[in-house]
């Protein structure tokens, strides 16, 4: 019997990581997708981090395994590395979504110099640049980022492909075709994974493009994640968590697995694990 699922696409920062000052990890949780990745299933992370930040948060929060893919940025899919690097591109994905990235900003530049305007007369937002240009920003609290939302809402109306990510006071600016979900998308496709088979966690606006159900058949939230998240996952048919962050995580997969099924088929090097 194999576990209903196939691959686990689970946010980090809020999600598996908890930083309310107890521990940051649940082992509990750490422990069940070691049994799951055991069983065959994959498991990406799916996070609005880079990944020189997803390496440091790993190494950081000292986590006790890893994941076999990595989805960063809102956007970019990247699979273990071949030639001594942690991690590469896994197909072209990365490459379009650069592309469509800079078509879409060098079209839309007026509209981001318009923002760039009314964020620096009207809020006490720090814009936030990288190598390309304006990458998105950061709001002095959850109030300013409504207002500033509201802005673009109304500035964008001419331009359905300029969208922008949100994850609690951080914004960052991209194109309609390219979120959380999308990547979910591209990764299940290479590695052929239907979307019945697909089990996905998060807690804030970014997530909800994986969490609609769009993508994934089992979307779930730990019980701390933002409302607009826990009604997504509510009309997808998925799982609220009764426990926060990573035992919530764990809560949701024990709805969607069931463990005893996954005992047999534990692999020699996992024969340590307690039973759970
Ligand atoms: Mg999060």
């Not at 609690?168 to 979120?179: E, I, S």
């Not at 979900?181 to 996905?200: N, S, T, Y």
């Amino acid at each position: 019997m194999h576990s209903p699922i196939q691959l686990l696409s689970i946010d980090f920062d809020g999600t598996l990581v908890s930083r309310n000052g107890g521990p940051a990890l649940d082992m509990q949780c750490m422990e069940l997708i070691r049994e799951l990745q055991n069983a065959g299933a994959i498991w990406a992370i799916n996070t609005g981090r880079s990944v020189d930040l997803l390496e440091t948060g790993l190494v950081e929060f000292a986590f006790p395994i890893r994941p076999d893919f990595i989805l960063t940025m809102e956007r970019d899919v990247f699979r273990p590395g071949r030639n001594g690097e942690k991690w590469e591109p896994f197909g072209d994905w990365n490459e379009r979504c650069a592309r469509d990235h800079a078509e879409l900003f060098s079209s839309t530049n007026s509209v981001l110099a318009e923002f760039v305007d009314f964020a620096a007369q009207k809020t006490n937002a720090r814009l936030i640049y990288n190598t390309d240009g304006l990458e998105g920003l950061a709001a002095e609290s959850e109030e300013e980022m409504e207002r500033i939302t509201e802005f673009i809402r109304q500035a964008r109306a001419g331009h359905p492909k300029l969208d922008y990510q949100r994850n609690g006071v951080y914004l960052r600016f991209c194109h309609a075709d390219y979120h959380k979900g999308a990547a979910l998308a591209e990764l299940a496709r290479l590695i052929e994974v239907p979307r019945e088979k697909i089990f996905a966690a998060g807690d804030h606006h970014n997530d909800i493009s994986m969490l609609d159900g769009r993508f994934a058949a089992m979307p779930s939230c730990p019980a701390n994640a933002i409302s607009e998240v826990q009604d997504a996952v509510r009309n997808a048919s998925g799982y609220i968590a009764r426990n926060d962050h990573g035992a919530g995580v764990c809560e949701a997969l024990l709805h969607f697995v069931n463990p005893k099924k996954l005992s047999g088929l534990k692999r020699p090097d996992s024969a340590g694990l307690p039973r759970l």
